[in-house]
């Protein structure tokens, strides 16, 4: 890995070269002496380890010659393939990976693997809760009297022999996850859509779950560990990987089987056809060419070869088409099954429901006669009561010619109240309108001005 390679990655493009010598130094015994540092040193490498992995900067560590995308490998080799120009190599490297693996950002490739427990359980690693929870004050109490060594006293090669080997960063395995269920939302509709073999698989997702990189072999087999475990989304049975949305659809039956066979049949006669498509189309540009070149012999072989290819596509077409059809039906059949057995489960809730003895015929009779008289024993109190008050206004005497007098009368009042509300506003009003008197003016006329206008009012 060259220097260009990381300068091209987040975390190196936005560190300064003083920091990044920090970043490199030997940091293993800060843990207590300077947690925050420490801890924002592991955070650094956390980040930049997962851009070098996902990228493939790691080199070629699959048997098909790809570089792993989702798992670290943690050897010696990394210190030098991380040495940056001006800066050097990582030193605490090793304490850095060591302590990743304690805060669970790595966990060990072949315990990922095996483990029927999910890496989010509480109970993931037994150790680690024993020796924070049991075990650290008898662990303390072994230091001082120098009968075991505490993690800060071991040296960086000594961490390197305890940690070396390879890793699963989870973070990359989530984010992988989580694209694919991106890519499938929205599929499934038909059971062929939820079966893959595992080479079908890789191919389907493998290039796709990363940005611009393809996961190897021992990647997908992390991802599906992940999907089956974590997110419980598939199912693995061999070589066959089902896609599961419902609880009572986890097995893989011969039903799945049969349909995933005629799937990869079907699969693999689509690929036949594209490559003799592609050698028609090669041969037919041979036969042109020879042509031109007047070489007759040549171009009446290669059409003697392509009126060979053409034949076989027509067989392969029509054994394409038959596969094609079968499928259709065979899903067509499983889906029927499905259909009854939604029928079934209804029929059997709607029977439950209707044997209820609320529902039997005599309950219902019963309720809705009990219903009627008690609507019936309703109306006849509400009679009574409507009954009771009428002769209870007739008892006081009311009349409603005297009612309708008195309420002309007070309607007339409030008539006469508003009217001389209003009068004595408007003279309030005069009241206040200064009168301007020329100088010289009699002061009889000046006097009469106000009584002429309140007469005019």
Request: charged content about 25%.
């Given at each position: 890995?060259?220097?260009p390679?990381?300068?091209?990655?987040?975390?190196?493009?936005?560190?300064?070269?003083?920091?990044?010598?920090?970043?490199?130094?030997?940091?293993?015994?800060?843990?207590?002496?300077?947690p925050?540092?420490?801890?924002?040193?592991?955070?650094?490498?956390?980040?930049?380890?997962?851009?070098?992995?996902?990228?493939g900067?790691?080199g070629?560590?699959?048997?098909?010659g790809?570089?792993?995308?989702?798992?670290?490998?943690?050897?010696?080799?990394?210190?030098?393939?991380?040495r940056?120009?001006?800066?050097?190599?990582?030193l605490?490297l090793?304490?850095?990976?060591?302590e990743?693996r304690?805060?669970?950002?790595?966990?060990?490739?072949?315990?990922?693997?095996t483990?029927?427990q999910?890496?989010?359980?509480?109970?993931?690693?037994?150790?680690?809760?024993?020796?924070?929870?049991?075990g650290?004050?008898?662990?303390?109490?072994?230091e001082?009297?120098?009968?075991?060594?505490?993690?800060d006293s071991h040296?960086?090669?000594?961490?390197?022999?305890?940690?070396?080997?390879d890793?699963?960063?989870?973070?990359?395995?989530?984010?992988?996850?989580?694209?694919?269920?991106?890519?499938?939302?929205?599929?499934?509709?038909?059971?062929?859509?939820?079966?893959?073999?595992?080479?079908?698989?890789?191919?389907?997702?493998?290039?796709?779950?990363?940005?611009?990189?393809?996961?190897?072999?021992l990647?997908?087999?992390?991802?599906?560990?992940?999907?089956e475990?974590?997110?419980?989304?598939?199912?693995?049975?061999?070589d066959?990987?089902?896609f599961?949305?419902?609880?009572?659809?986890?097995?893989?039956?011969a039903?799945?089987?049969?349909?995933?066979?005629?799937?990869?049949?079907?699969i693999?006669?689509?690929?036949?056809?594209?490559?003799?498509?592609?050698?028609?189309?090669?041969?037919?540009?041979?036969?042109?060419n020879?042509?031109?070149?007047q070489r007759?012999?040549?171009a009446?072989?290669?059409?003697?070869?392509?009126?060979h290819?053409d034949?076989?596509?027509?067989?392969?077409?029509?054994?394409?088409?038959?596969?094609?059809?079968?499928?259709?039906?065979?899903?067509?059949?499983?889906g029927?099954?499905?259909?009854?057995?939604t029928?079934?489960?209804?029929?059997a809730t709607?029977?439950?429901?209707?044997?209820?003895?609320s529902?039997?015929?005599?309950?219902?009779?019963?309720?809705?006669?009990?219903?009627?008289?008690?609507?019936?024993?309703?109306?006849?109190?509400?009679?009574?009561i409507?009954?009771?008050?009428?002769?209870?206004?007739?008892?006081?005497?009311i009349?409603?010619?005297?009612?309708?007098?008195?309420?002309?009368?007070?309607?007339?009042?409030?008539?006469?109240?508003k009217?001389?509300?209003?009068?004595?506003?408007?003279?309030?009003?005069l009241h206040?309108?200064?009168?301007?008197?020329?100088e010289?003016?009699?002061?009889?006329?000046?006097?009469?001005?106000?009584r002429?206008?309140?007469?005019?009012a």
């Amino acid at each position: 890995m060259s220097s260009p390679a990381l300068s091209a990655l987040l975390n190196y493009a936005t560190t300064s070269k003083s920091r990044l010598q920090s970043l490199y130094s030997d940091i293993h015994r800060q843990k207590h002496s300077n947690p925050s540092s420490f801890h924002a040193h592991v955070d650094w490498w956390h980040g930049t380890l997962k851009d070098v992995i996902s990228r493939g900067l790691q080199g070629s560590d699959g048997p098909d010659g790809t570089s792993n995308k989702l798992i670290l490998g943690a050897r010696r080799a990394l210190v030098d393939k991380l040495r940056y120009e001006g800066v050097g190599k990582p030193l605490g490297l090793g304490t850095t990976i060591a302590e990743m693996r304690r805060s669970n950002y790595l966990i060990p490739l072949s315990q990922f693997l095996t483990s029927q427990q999910s890496v989010f359980d509480p109970d993931w690693l037994p150790y680690r809760i024993a020796s924070f929870v049991v075990g650290k004050p008898l662990w303390w109490a072994m230091e001082q009297l120098d009968i075991v060594r505490s993690e800060d006293s071991h040296t960086e090669p000594e961490t390197w022999k305890k940690i070396e080997g390879d890793y699963v960063m989870l973070g990359l395995v989530v984010e992988a996850a989580d694209t694919l269920d991106i890519l499938r939302d929205g599929t499934g509709l038909s059971p062929a859509d939820n079966l893959y073999t595992f080479e079908g698989f890789r191919k389907e997702f493998g290039a796709k779950v990363l940005r611009g990189v393809v996961l190897s072999e021992l990647d997908t087999k992390v991802l599906i560990k992940f999907l089956e475990r974590e997110r419980r989304v598939v199912i693995q049975n061999g070589d066959v990987i089902k896609f599961v949305t419902t609880s009572h659809d986890r097995e893989i039956t011969a039903v799945d089987r049969g349909i995933l066979q005629l799937k990869t049949a079907v699969i693999n006669l689509r690929e036949q056809v594209d490559s003799i498509q592609n050698k028609i189309e090669q041969t037919s540009s041979n036969i042109s060419n020879a042509l031109r070149q007047q070489r007759k012999s040549i171009a009446l072989a290669e059409l003697r070869f392509k009126k060979h290819l053409d034949d076989l596509l027509s067989k392969r077409l029509g054994s394409l088409h038959n596969l094609e059809s079968t499928l259709i039906s065979v899903e067509t059949a499983a889906g029927d099954v499905e259909i009854m057995k939604t029928y079934q489960s209804s029929t059997a809730t709607l029977k439950a429901i209707l044997s209820h003895p609320s529902l039997q015929r005599d309950k219902i009779e019963e309720t809705m006669d009990a219903l009627a008289t008690s609507t019936a024993d309703a109306r006849e109190i509400d009679d009574a009561i409507r009954m009771g008050g009428d002769m209870a206004a007739v008892d006081v005497g009311i009349d409603d010619t005297e009612l309708e007098a008195e309420l002309n009368a007070l309607v007339e009042e409030a008539e006469k109240e508003k009217a001389a509300a209003a009068e004595q506003e408007v003279v309030e009003k005069l009241h206040k309108i200064e009168v301007h008197v020329p100088e010289g003016a009699p002061v009889q006329a000046a006097a009469a001005a106000p009584r002429r206008t309140a007469e005019a009012a």
